[in-house]
């Protein structure tokens, strides 16, 4: 049963730091583009960051210089490392795998382009 279960999430002040991780179980999670999204409450999901199965990295202009994700292969686990938080970065983080991408049939950051999703992790960047 594909699975992916994303952590980390919490309460942090602006400025701060968290490290979201996604773990997947299923299938193995270099073989697909993996991605990361967010939803506030009344705005529509936005892509934030992609690693496609050949290492290739994608952000949102929103996050570029303060996100990075990265994969450790062995625990089939993805990351979002997220520093310099804002207020604006507050929502629901979601990770999702998926194959359209990879195919060139989709952008890296078009949700549409992904099969499988996680429950989400919420992220509240507040003072």
């Known amino acids: 049963q594909v699975q992916l279960v994303e952590s980390g999430g919490g309460l942090v002040q602006p400025g701060g730091s968290l490290r979201l991780s996604c773990a997947a179980s299923g299938f193995t999670l270099d073989s697909y583009a993996i991605g990361w999204f967010r939803q506030a409450p009344g705005k529509e999901r936005e892509g934030v960051s992609c690693?496609?199965?050949?290492?290739?990295?994608y952000y949102a202009d929103s996050v570029k210089g303060r996100f990075t994700i990265s994969r450790d292969n062995a625990k089939n686990t993805v990351y979002l490392q997220m520093n310099s938080l804002k207020p604006e970065d507050t929502a629901i983080y979601y990770c999702a795998a998926g194959l359209a991408v990879i195919a060139g049939r989709r952008l890296p950051l078009d949700w549409a382009g992904y099969d499988y999703w996680g429950q989400g992790t919420q992220v509240t960047v507040s003072s």
């Open positions: 690693l496609s199965s050949s290492g290739s990295t």
